[in-house]
């Protein structure tokens, strides 16, 4: 058994220590857009839901990557100021499913035929959810829903400011980097929790087991049955964002098919977790719908996919003797370690960017969310609370109740100290 733990832990660090590189890149790159592209410049371009405007929401949500409970924030707060809610759920799937960090783990992982078919499946899904989001959800159930968080909403009076720093400013590359580190903090859990479980599902699970629930040999059926077994995954599986990769990376190894994986990359928008915030942004009825349309255009999605690589000859077929081999064979002096050093080199001088901000000039129109981590611009925050005179800056309503938990307990246990 210790073997078996040990053998685990060793496969997820072996994974983490593949894609550290592309980690570092894919996140400063995301910073670096954060910091020099205006969010106000995002509403006003989100007005409709046709289809120049729905390419606008993907380009602005590609350069606006996120974590999966930080998009559907985002998401919500260019909604609730004026934003198409269709568009605005575009842009919340294009912030998860079609970034760069997330291609390149893909590839580093399973193949570059992932980070290709996370592309092209996410067009195809974006292009579903255009079509079907404004059939399903009628005008009356979006102004009920835009009313419902314009009640209590957070004061978005700009008195910091909104201008962007000019990108040859340090004040500029300073906000960058602190939005760099402030995107790691805040994905670190899932980060960890995604490589350890596939660490697990990787060597301790054997293949057998995972064969046992896709089927295959059916031809179309079998096809059918795993993309919509995938999201299904995510959805129990807890974790979100790129932390799920590592675990699709397994799933591939023990048998789904190219289009389940593709589905299950996909599927990390409906985690439970992200359903009860759904449901408190918009309502146990319009979430239903969310859930159900989500999960009918990743697997839509996913089986496309899987069709159009197919036809083009491109498809990969898994190999079940790659199961329980992913992530050994990385350590050594190669062209990993190499990249691995220049990004670890590059990560601190990021870091002293960071820690330098405010002697730099930078830091001025920020704050930082106390639970997650996450950098916020004071402008345009996800959800706001003002405690003991001071007003707290979070990046979504779910850090916030968990912020005013903690605190409620932690009044409580000194109430019943004295």
Known sequence: MIDLIGRSLADGAGMFWETLWALVLGFALSGVVQAFVSRAQMQ???????????????????????????????????????????????????????VVELGIVLWLLIGWEFAAAEFVGGVIMIGLLSVVVPRVVSVREQQVAREGLETGAPDSHDEHGSARPRVGSLAGWADAAAYTISDLTMLRRELVIGFV?????????????????????????????????????????????????????????????????????????????????????????????????????????????????RAAGIAPQPDPARHGEIGRDVWGWNYTTVLDIVALVAFAALYLLYRNRGRLGGGAAYAKDPVCGMQVEKAHPGAVLDLDGERIYFCSDHCRERFAASAASAGSTAHSAH
Not at 277 to 290: A, C, D, E, Q, V
């Open 197 to 309: 479980i596939a660490g697990f599902a990787d060597a301790a699970v054997p293949a057998h087991v995972w064969k046992s629930l896709f089927v295959t040999g059916h031809g179309f059926w079998s096809a059918l049955e795993n993309v919509v077994l995938g999201p299904f995954l995510a959805l129990i599986s807890f974790v979100c964002s790129i932390g799920n990769v590592p675990l699709a990376a397994a799933l591939w190894t023990g048998g789904i098919s190219f289009g389940g994986t593709v589905a299950f990359v996909f599927g990390d928008l409906i985690a439970i977790p992200l359903l009860l915030i759904y449901r408190k942004y918009y309502g146990t009825r319009l979430t239903l719908k969310l859930l159900a349309m989500f999960w009918a255009c990743m697997s839509v999605a996913g089986l496309a996919t899987e069709y159009l690589f």
């Open 44 to 98: 006003r371009a989100l007005g409709d839901h046709r289809a120049p405007t729905i390419a606008r929401a993907s380009a602005f949500g590609v350069v606006s990557s996120s974590c999966s409970y930080a998009a559907s924030a985002l998401a919500k707060t260019l909604f609730q100021r004026g934003a198409d809610f269709t568009a605005s759920q575009a842009f919340m799937f294009a912030s998860t499913n079609l």
